[in-house]
Nanobody
Framework: QAQLVESGGGLVQPGGSLRLSCAAS????????VGWFRQAPGKEREFVAA????????YYTDSVKGRFAISKDIAKNMVYLRMNILKVEDTAVYYC?????????????????????WGQGTQVTVSS
């Protein structure tokens, strides 16, 4: 059964760092595009970062550029989101998602409906 499991969330002070991990069962990350989204209470699900099949291209929302880095370790079948200089505004549940079918040829990475499988999420809380 195909599953995605996020881990690495927690409580951190502003300016701190965390690394989120996404582990797959039933998926080979090297065969699919992968994205990270986040959702805060009362807010819509928001695109954070994405990485293509081979890991050769990455995409970020403006608010995290220069602070977050998505990466893919194909050998270990893991996807990571390194988050540096964390801000209170980064507080949210973070979700890993896999795109198994390329239905849209435009700015696909922004669209939640482009992703077919989602993990359960991991909570990131940034507070002083």
């Amino acid at each position: 059964q195909a599953q995605l499991v996020e881990s690495g969330g927690g409580l951190v002070q502003p300016g701190g760092s965390l690394r989120l991990s996404c582990a797959a069962s039933g998926f080979t990350f090297g065969s699919y595009d992968v994205g990270w989204f986040r959702q805060a209470p009362g807010k819509e699900r928001e695109f954070v970062a994405a990485i293509t099949r081979s890991g050769s291209s990455t995409y970020y929302t403006d608010s995290v550029k220069g602070r977050f880095a998505i990466s893919k370790d194909i050998a270990k079948n893991m996807v990571y989101l390194r988050m540096n200089i964390l801000k209170v505004e980064d507080t949210a549940v973070y979700y890993c998602a896999v795109r198994t079918y390329r239905a849209y040829g435009g700015i696909w990475y922004l669209r939640p409906d482009e992703y077919d499988h989602w993990g359960q999420g991991t909570q990131v809380t940034v507070s002083s």
